[in-house]
């Protein structure tokens, strides 16, 4: 008896499977009652932002480490740290007694030389001899010299500003003793920043002088600060196969500093694409798919290359032509070949964004 009906079984299993065999080389389909409800929207070629992103270093428009050229005890400190100072502003002087006493013995030396070559040359050629004359000249263009030695030894312990800017944190007292390369302070020009930072080579072909740059920093929750492109590099780094950029970004509130990490958005202009919403994404890992129906309303799942993404929308670099019924809504109970019933369908409504 249980033989019987294992023969039974196998009779029943093999005739359902020479049905099922039957009804897909016949090319049956789903009915309308198995239909899946789902929505739909038509793929739209329009104009797409186009940006790369990366990250960049801010960094002065004009920095400098200011230094002291030789050894000397400063005498006076005109400058705390973190106040803005102009062009030519003293911030240090060091002890110059001694160089001050010279300056006057040589200044004197010079007003003797030369009210001697004045004596010479009022006395004319009949007394004095032109040898004399040119001793002197010589004595006096020596002692000029020299004069002119000692004024650059004192401005050398005069320590000014270069050029309008932050001065850094104070490193130094009244009484310290400097040597040549004692670090004194920073002082950094930040008005514009210098943004540096690096993209990819494909993007070589694509940005040019003048672009406009965006740029976001953690300091500043929310803030965009916007800039322009002004150098790009020469050379794409072997290693990185990537390009060095450098933009300036607008500080006149002073509240970027150098050193700060900032997210980076060049423009690149626009360029034709295919959009779609981005509820029609579905991803499985690394891979990207949507489902695309076709005339007879049959479903079928297709890879795609995503692009730019934009509020609500995304760009799909292949996989979809211009036209292409895309399913926005019901993908979870969707299988590729399965019937499919819109419950709405219609073109791309969304307008774009312009960026992320």
């Not at 019924?325 to 399965?338: D, F, K, S, W, Y």
């Amino acid at each position: 008896m249980l033989g019987e009906r294992w023969l039974f079984g196998i009779a029943c299993c093999l005739a359902l499977a020479a049905c099922e065999d039957s009804s897909v080389a016949s090319g049956a389909r789903p009915s309308v009652n198995d239909a899946v409800l789902v929505e739909t929207e038509v793929a739209k070629l329009t104009s797409v932002a186009r940006a790369a992103e990366s990250v960049g270093t801010l960094i002065g428009n004009e920095s400098v480490t200011l230094t002291a050229k030789l050894t000397e005890q400063v005498s006076a400190v005109y400058f705390e740290g973190g106040e803005l100072v102009k062009a030519g502003d003293v911030l240090v002087e060091l002890i110059d007694v001694e160089q001050m006493a010279l300056l006057r013995e040589a200044e004197a030396k010079l007003r003797e030389t030369q009210l001697q070559l004045d004596r010479l040359l009022t006395l004319g050629k009949d007394i004095a001899t032109a040898a004399e004359i040119d001793v002197a000249r010589a004595r006096v263009d020596g002692n000029a010299a020299l004069l002119e030695a000692l004024r650059s030894r004192i401005n050398d312990r005069t320590i000014r500003a270069p050029f309008d800017g932050v001065v850094g944190l104070r490193r130094i007292s009244v009484g310290a003793l400097l040597t040549p390369g004692t670090v004194i302070a920073e002082l950094d020009d930040i008005n514009p920043m210098k943004l540096d930072f690096t993209l990819p080579e494909h993007y070589l072909s694509q940005i040019k002088i003048g672009e406009v740059v965006s740029a976001a920093s953690t300091a500043w929750d929310g803030e965009v600060f916007s800039g322009q492109v002004t150098q790009i590099g020469s050379r794409v780094d072997p290693a990185t196969r990537a390009f060095s950029v450098r933009a300036l970004i607008d500080n006149s509130d002073a509240r970027l500093r150098p050193g700060m990490l900032m997210a980076v958005k060049v423009s690149l202009g626009e360029a034709p694409g295919i959009v779609v919403s981005e509820t029609a994404l579905i991803q499985t890992g690394a891979q990207s798919t949507v489902f695309v129906v076709d005339e007879d309303s049959i479903a079928r799942r297709v890879s795609v290359e995503i692009g730019r993404r934009m509020p609500g929308l995304m760009e799909i670099r292949s996989g979809v032509s211009e036209g292409d019924r895309v399913v926005t809504n019901g993908q979870i109970t969707l299988r590729p070949g399965a019937k499919v019933r819109e419950a709405q369908a219609g073109p791309l409504q969304k307008p774009l964004g312009g960026g992320e």
